[in-house]
């Protein structure tokens, strides 16, 4: 209705990591993956917190930087994403890969099994927005199994979707 979520709170709402493309078929997608192409991967980040499972991948992301897949884009030393203002940020790159310690929080690339919000517009019910993971793919438009088309009221001509990357770790649990 006029008065939910969507229409109300966050229509023509500037939000960033999101991605708008067209749809295309992909069967061999699982009905909960959406597939994402490469260059969106590279443009939307997510921000991970860093622990003692996932420090050596983080800082091969922080080592690859911001132009090669996976990589990384900043890397927050107070764990604090929200206040840019401070000093404790740095650009990911070969000299602030000793900076990637337990407890700093690194902004990288989307991965294959992240989060997504998938959307098609009107969202009129709530199977318009499904939460799907992300499949890294070499393609150029959004894709997913023809199966879920339903919930969406999508077809393959020419129909356009929106993927909102899910940021933080309790929304994603």
């Known amino acids: 209705g006029k008065r939910g979520r969507f229409r109300n709170n966050l229509q023509s709402k500037y939000v960033e990591q999101v991605s708008y493309s067209a749809i295309t078929p992909h069967a061999a997608l699982a009905i909960d993956e959406v597939g994402v192409p490469k260059q969106v991967a590279m443009k939307c980040s997510v921000a991970e917190t860093?622990?003692?499972?996932?420090?050596?991948?983080?800082?091969?992301?922080?080592?690859?930087?911001?132009?090669?897949?996976?990589?990384?884009?900043?890397?927050?030393?107070?764990?604090?994403?929200?206040?840019?203002?401070?000093?404790?940020?740095?650009?990911?790159?070969?000299?602030?890969?000793?900076?990637?310690?337990?407890?700093?929080?690194?902004?990288?690339?989307?991965?294959?099994?992240?989060?997504?919000?998938?959307?098609?517009?009107?969202?009129?019910?709530?199977?318009?927005?499904?939460?799907?993971?992300?499949?890294?793919?070499?393609?150029k438009s959004l894709a997913m199994n023809p199966t879920i088309c339903i919930p969406f009221n999508a077809d393959y001509d020419g129909d356009a979707m929106k993927l909102h990357f899910v940021q933080s770790e309790a929304a994603i649990a």
């Open 50 to 139: 860093v622990t003692g499972e996932n420090i050596e991948r983080l800082k091969m992301a922080v080592l690859n930087g911001p132009k090669k897949y996976p990589g990384a884009t900043h890397i927050f030393l107070d764990g604090d994403t929200m206040n840019k203002t401070k000093g404790n940020i740095y650009r990911a790159s070969e000299r602030t890969v000793d900076m990637v310690i337990e407890g700093a929080v690194v902004r990288r690339h989307i991965i294959n099994g992240d989060m997504g919000l998938f959307n098609r517009a009107p969202s009129l019910h709530r199977q318009s927005i499904l939460a799907l993971r992300a499949k890294v793919m070499e393609s």
